[in-house]
């Protein structure tokens, strides 16, 4: 198939050469070994990727969301924990920034971001506050002119490597949603420690770490938006989030269905055909409705029932091929590291993150029944 959707400046031809040149060699080696090298995130950087959708007033690209969708699916493609790593810091950290923060704070917060000097970091999930996040137990209470935070937070990608991190915390857990507020976190701030790295099934080489904030002083400049408005912060970034996901899903989606096509061109059966036919229009079908929910977002329009189509719909259907892919190729699918059985591993972790399937068919139910 050609291009996720050829044009839009350039972007997703860019990413695509990109991906050949730099991802698919090393995509194994980044599985195998659990590590992002140190020279994708500079070359992420250098090809302009890391400020790919922030405004061009503070060094971005100004890209929309469809423009960046089409780059993650592509970076996806080639591999989906440096798509990931992409989606975290543009969506759910540099955005929301851009969204809430005041002028003062984007000038100083965006610039290193856009220009990939920073990575970003999201982190609202707790150990005891996963798919409900207003249980979170993190603590911030007013100090001097600023703040202190203590608690922790776990599952939280780019967690070691981000400069910047997008932490919330509430007043008061008895105040429920109305206690939560968004704080800018710098890396090397005393208190603030990375505790633990997950080793998990797929996404290996995307970190995913511990948290823990003991006393950690912030600036009162650290607060981004109004005190109290930390889960519309949280919330509002996971709509963008949810379409940066399905596109990286789509790529993982896309790269198996290749896998899938390459098998069945090798050894043709009826059962081949009818499997590539099935996964080809899935495939074609999940893109549009990604594509869909980027271009409202893109017209100012209300994304929420779309982004959370797409990411159940674009997490399932990377589930499915990749597991289509491994069946046809029969026992050299299992073989570790082989590409269909690495493709599988990693589309099985997209119908969790940013919000499982159960809670994007919640978002739905009640958007199409009340309630
Ligand atoms: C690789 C990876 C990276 C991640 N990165 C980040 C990150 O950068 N920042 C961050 O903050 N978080 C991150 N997360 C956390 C992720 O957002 C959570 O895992 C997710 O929200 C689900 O929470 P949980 O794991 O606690 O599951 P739980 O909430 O405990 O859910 C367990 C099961 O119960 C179901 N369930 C829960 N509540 C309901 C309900 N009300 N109705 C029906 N079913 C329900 C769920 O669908 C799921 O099947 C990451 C997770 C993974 C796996």
């Given at each position: 198939?050609?291009?996720?959707?050829?044009?839009?400046?350039?972007?997703?031809?860019?990413?695509?050469?990109?991906?050949?040149?730099?991802?698919?060699?090393?995509?194994?080696?980044?599985?195998?070994?659990?590590?992002?090298?140190?020279?994708?995130?500079?070359?992420?950087?250098q090809e302009g990727f890391l400020g790919l959708s922030l405004p061009q007033a503070y060094g971005g690209q100004g890209a929309g969301s469809a423009t960046t969708?089409?780059?993650?699916?592509?970076?996806?493609?080639?591999?989906?924990?440096?798509?990931?790593?992409?989606?975290?810091?543009?969506?759910?950290?540099?955005?929301?920034?851009?969204?809430?923060?005041?002028?003062?704070?984007?000038?100083?917060?965006?610039?290193?971001?856009?220009s990939g000097r920073w990575l970003g970091a999201f982190a609202l999930t707790e150990p005891a506050a996963g798919s409900d996040a207003k249980q979170?137990?993190?603590?911030?209470?007013?100090?001097?002119?600023?703040?202190?935070?203590?608690g922790s937070k776990t599952f939280i990608t780019n967690g070691g490597l981000a400069d910047l991190i997008l932490v919330f915390a509430t007043r008061d857990p008895a105040l429920g949603s109305k206690g939560i507020t968004a704080f800018a976190l710098r890396k090397g701030t005393p208190g603030f420690t990375v505790t633990s790295r997950f080793d998990?099934?797929?996404?290996?080489?995307?970190?995913?770490?511990?948290?823990?904030?003991?006393?950690?002083?912030?600036?009162?400049?650290?607060?981004?938006?109004?005190?109290?408005?930390?889960?519309?912060?949280?919330?509002?970034?996971?709509?963008?989030?949810?379409?940066?996901i399905a596109a990286c899903a789509l790529g993982v989606a896309g790269a198996a269905y290749e896998e899938l096509r390459r098998t069945a061109l090798l050894h043709p059966s009826e059962?081949?055909?009818?499997?590539?036919?099935?996964?080809?229009?899935?495939?074609?079908?999940?893109?549009?409705?990604?594509?869909?929910?980027?271009?409202?977002?893109?017209a100012?329009?209300?994304?929420?029932?779309?982004?959370?189509?797409?990411?159940?719909?674009?997490?399932?259907?990377?589930?499915?091929?990749?597991n289509a892919a491994v069946d046809l190729a029969g026992r050299a699918g299992v073989i570790s590291g082989s590409p269909a059985e690495r493709l599988l591993r990693d589309a099985r972790v997209f119908p969790i993150v940013e919000g499982t399937t159960e809670i994007q068919e919640r978002i739905l139910g009640r958007a199409l029944l009340g309630g």
């Amino acid at each position: 198939m050609g291009p996720a959707v050829a044009s839009l400046d350039g972007w997703a031809e860019r990413a695509r050469s990109f991906t050949e040149r730099e991802l698919l060699p090393r995509a194994a080696q980044i599985d195998r070994e659990d590590r992002m090298p140190g020279e994708v995130p500079r070359a992420l950087a250098q090809e302009g990727f890391l400020g790919l959708s922030l405004p061009q007033a503070y060094g971005g690209q100004g890209a929309g969301s469809a423009t960046t969708a089409a780059v993650l699916e592509e970076l996806a493609r080639g591999s989906a924990a440096v798509a990931v790593l992409v989606a975290v810091h543009l969506s759910v950290c540099a955005s929301p920034i851009a969204q809430w923060g005041d002028e003062r704070q984007k000038e100083e917060l965006l610039r290193p971001m856009a220009s990939g000097r920073w990575l970003g970091a999201f982190a609202l999930t707790e150990p005891a506050a996963g798919s409900d996040a207003k249980q979170l137990q993190t603590r911030y209470r007013a100090s001097g002119d600023g703040f202190k935070l203590t608690g922790s937070k776990t599952f939280i990608t780019n967690g070691g490597l981000a400069d910047l991190i997008l932490v919330f915390a509430t007043r008061d857990p008895a105040l429920g949603s109305k206690g939560i507020t968004a704080f800018a976190l710098r890396k090397g701030t005393p208190g603030f420690t990375v505790t633990s790295r997950f080793d998990k099934l797929g996404l290996r080489g995307s970190e995913t770490t511990e948290l823990a904030f003991d006393e950690v002083v912030l600036e009162p400049g650290a607060r981004i938006g109004p005190e109290g408005s930390g889960l519309k912060v949280a919330l509002g970034a996971l709509t963008g989030g949810r379409i940066g996901i399905a596109a990286c899903a789509l790529g993982v989606a896309g790269a198996a269905y290749e896998e899938l096509r390459r098998t069945a061109l090798l050894h043709p059966s009826e059962l081949a055909r009818a499997q590539v036919a099935r996964s080809y229009s899935e495939l074609t079908a999940t893109r549009s409705l990604v594509l869909q929910a980027a271009s409202r977002r893109d017209a100012g329009l209300p994304a929420e029932e779309e982004a959370s189509a797409a990411k159940l719909l674009a997490s399932q259907a990377a589930v499915r091929i990749a597991n289509a892919a491994v069946d046809l190729a029969g026992r050299a699918g299992v073989i570790s590291g082989s590409p269909a059985e690495r493709l599988l591993r990693d589309a099985r972790v997209f119908p969790i993150v940013e919000g499982t399937t159960e809670i994007q068919e919640r978002i739905l139910g009640r958007a199409l029944l009340g309630g």
